[in-house]
Structures are given as structure tokens and as C-alpha cells.
T-cell receptor, first 116, second 116 residues
Framework: NAGVMQNPRHLVRRRGQEARLRCSPMKGHSHVYWYRQLPEEGLKFMVYLQKENIIDESGMPKERFSAEFPKEGPSILRIQQVVRGDSAAYFC??????????????FGPGTRLTVL | DQQVKQNSPSLSVQEGRISILNCDYTNSMFDYFLWYKKYPAEGPTFLISISSIKDKNEDGRFTVFLNKSAKHLSLHIVPSQPGDSAVYFCAASANAGGTSYGKLTFGQGTILTVHP
């Protein structure tokens, strides 16, 4: 049973370009979360999605950032017109449910975005 | 507003001794607490969790203690091993009421180094 998969593992973009990060949840998991870790900080929640629905995007910047989890295919976190401050590690997590003990979140290896 | 705090950026312990990692929180709505372990360039790995209805949970060498009145939890690792050297994150979620959707609030992390 494959774990949470994220690609690419490393992404380099110049200021103003678009970054597209992909996440495939564990098999059987319908809940997907995106977190961002800035240097020297803990992980911060960005968005929670279920298939075809954004449920909670309270942690995501209002501009330039968007997320989706289509019926088929991986979840995508999209950052338009990247700036240097977007440089961070972006982690995706999935869980089989929301209520303990089924709410354990399994994390992917992360995508390290560097904006030049 | 840092709702989950790990005030010790680092901890150094001798192999075989006890490691105690601490975590404080401010949000009284948190009712589920987790510890994650993270190696460089990898995603966080779930270690152990505790519900607010308990004050202790044990799993092998790992024990988590919760003091709700003090809004404090700690992770004990006994005996510590060199392979335990990693960054440890405390995380919390508010599940009652069904509006947090399981999103996790993380502390800043504590770097544990276990010396042989």
C-alpha cells in the first residue's frame, strides 16, 4: 500500500512564474490537507479538500494560491506569480476519516519550492 | 498567534536515558493531540496521540502525558536511542463541533539529538 505521494520533490521557479504541486493520497483516503513549512518554523495548515470540494481554505492566502482535488487524479496546489516569500516546503497529508481514531494524517515527503 | 508552542528548540540526551519533550497550547477547544517525528527532507511521521479525555497514552518506548488544566503535554521516550534523533512536532486539533475538519495546528518543533 503506497503512502502519500508528492511530486515534484524539488521545484525551482523564477519570480512571476507558476508553481504546480501534486499530491496523490493513500488508497482509500478521501480527505486531503495541504500544509506549508517556512524555514525554522512548524507546519501551517493551508487547505482541506475532499473529492471535488474545497471544505476549508482558511489558511491559504487569498491571492495567487488555489487548490483542487478533482474526481480523477491527484490534488493540485497551484501558486501563480510566485514570489521569494513562497519558498518553503509544502506537505500534503491524507486521512481516512475525520473522527479519532480514523483521523490520523499520513504525510507525503513534501515538495521543496525555491523561488529565485 | 502561536496556539501550540514548543519552547525548547533543541534537546540533547545520552543513549539509554529518558528524553522529555514539552508542548504548551492556548486554545481550550483543542481536544486531540499528536506527536510527529520528522527527518530532514522527509514528511512528518505519526508517533503517538492522545484524546483530551485521557491523561496518558503509552506505546512501547513512547508515552504522552496530558495535563489539561495546565494546557501542557509531554512526550517521554525511554530508553532513548540514536535513531530517535530527529525533529519532534507537537500538533493539536479541535474535533468537537465538527467545524475544524481535523486540521492540525503544529508547534515549531524540537530537535532531539541522542548521543551514543
Amino acid at each position: 500500500n503506497a503512502g502519500v505521494m508528492q511530486n515534484p520533490r524539488h521545484l525551482v521557479r523564477r519570480r512571476g512564474q507558476e508553481a504546480r504541486l501534486r499530491c496523490s493520497p493513500m488508497k482509500g483516503h478521501s480527505h486531503v490537507y495541504w500544509y506549508r513549512q517556512l524555514p525554522e518554523e512548524g507546519l501551517k495548515f493551508m487547505v482541506y479538500l475532499q473529492k471535488e470540494n474545497i471544505i476549508d481554505e482558511s489558511g491559504m492566502p487569498k491571492e495567487r494560491f488555489s487548490a483542487e482535488f478533482p474526481k480523477e487524479g491527484p490534488s493540485i496546489l497551484r501558486i501563480q506569480q510566485v514570489v521569494r516569500g513562497d519558498s518553503a516546503a509544502y506537505f500534503c497529508a491524507s486521512s481516512p476519516g475525520l473522527v479519532p481514531p480514523y483521523n490520523e494524517q499520513f504525510f507525503g515527503p513534501g515538495t521543496r519550492l525555491t523561488v529565485l | 498567534d502561536q496556539q501550540v508552542k514548543q519552547n525548547s528548540p533543541s534537546l540533547s540526551v545520552q543513549e539509554g536515558r529518558i528524553s522529555i519533550l514539552n508542548c504548551d497550547y492556548t486554545n481550550s477547544m483543542f481536544d486531540y493531540f499528536l506527536w510527529y517525528k520528522k527527518y530532514p527532507a522527509e514528511g512528518p511521521t505519526f508517533l503517538i496521540s492522545i484524546s483530551s479525555i485521557k491523561d496518558k497514552n503509552e506505546d512501547g518506548r513512547f508515552t504522552v502525558f496530558l495535563n489539561k488544566s495546565a494546557k501542557h503535554l509531554s512526550l517521554h521516550i525511554v530508553p532513548s536511542q540514536p535513531g530517535d534523533s530527529a525533529v519532534y512536532f507537537c500538533a493539536a486539533s479541535a474535533n468537537a463541533g465538527g467545524t475544524s475538519y481535523g486540521k492540525l495546528t503544529f508547534g515549531q518543533g524540537t530537535i532531539l539529538t541522542v548521543h551514543p
